[in-house]
């Protein structure tokens, strides 16, 4: 099933891409080690992929190209990609899903090109690296070329990095919010991402406008993709680094109809869009929150679910399995709130004796190179 939205405003790339017709990509960018099956990349829960092929969902061309859109993969790849969609010409029976594919593929190049460019050098490029231990990027070094950024950012294999495009700013008629920006220096042009094989997988360059919403455009679409899911499963999320929880959604099929196919269907009655934000299940965990270990309530979309291979079953006391384990059992009314809540206390303590444990031996550690 598909829903889309909005209204075709046309923006002629081919012609913005003409004023870059002789500045060539980057070879660190258009090289990337992603070979894994069109599936696979889009669709990380093999779960899910697992679900639909037993009951014989079928990937028509334009529900690809809307799932392509949401994947994290090389950005060149994702144009490749997109490229061979269009060519297939399959499952397109109207021409605005042509149209609206083709303007993204260029849109996507538009926007690598203004960025890489800086012929007047009026711009520099910022490259900041990702450290995961408090979760903030750092400033290492800035270049008038694009080129010498990514020569740079080699050296950061292995973690996470942007570049950032800014203009100096010359004059304060370029600040159009004084105010708001009182110790602002510098206009931001746009800004890249890349991960920690030094991959590009974003990019976007703010003097190139973005694709309006079109009738039946693919990147605004929602997109129902059936899942296995169902309430008081436990799985973990494959985007927030495999923690792991208990499904809070439908309970059978009657349910997974009414709110995925019914309930989007009622919206656009209603005169509402829904988009692929929409596309979400309810999921509980116990999060780590400044070593509080408090309770997270998420909308994650089912494609980065996959079933839990903890054992729920023989759970010792101050476990994260014990804890999931009463979650449920409180869900289904077969035990008291309190039991999980002094449940939780327990894995709350159990952790803290785990960290003192290690910062001992790391103190230790540290005594013993000195």
Known sequence: ?????????????????DIYKNIKANENDTL??????????IIPSKDVREYTKKIGFEFDSFILAALLSRAEMPFFRKIKEYKQIYESRVAFDQINYLVSLLDYINYMLCSYYSFISNEDKECFY???????EDGKY????SFNRYEDAREFSKRLKGRDFKILKTRPVNEMSDIADLELYEDFICCEMGISFYNEKGELIKCNSYTIPEPVDVNDAFYKAYVYIPFPFRHGDFVKDLSCNGSIGMINGPKNED?????????????????????????TINY???RNKKDQYDWAYDHVSPLYLEYADNDFENTEEGSLERVMSLLKDVSLGKTMIFCLEYEVENYRKKQGVKRELVDICNQIEREVTV
Do not use: H, Q
């Open 32 to 41: 990337f080690e992603d070979n894994r099956e069109l599936l696979e990349a």
């Open 255 to 279: 349910d997974v109809v009414e709110r995925y196919i019914k309930w989007p269907e009622k919206m656009k009655e209603d005169g509402y869009e829904p988009d692929y934000s929409d596309y």
């Open 1 to 17: 099933m598909i829903v889309t939205r909005g209204n075709m405003e046309k923006v002629d790339y081919n012609a913005i891409l």
């Open 284 to 286: 509980e965990s116990l």
């Open 126 to 132: 910022t490259v900041s690296s990702y450290y995961v």
């Open 138 to 141: 750092e400033d290492n070094c």
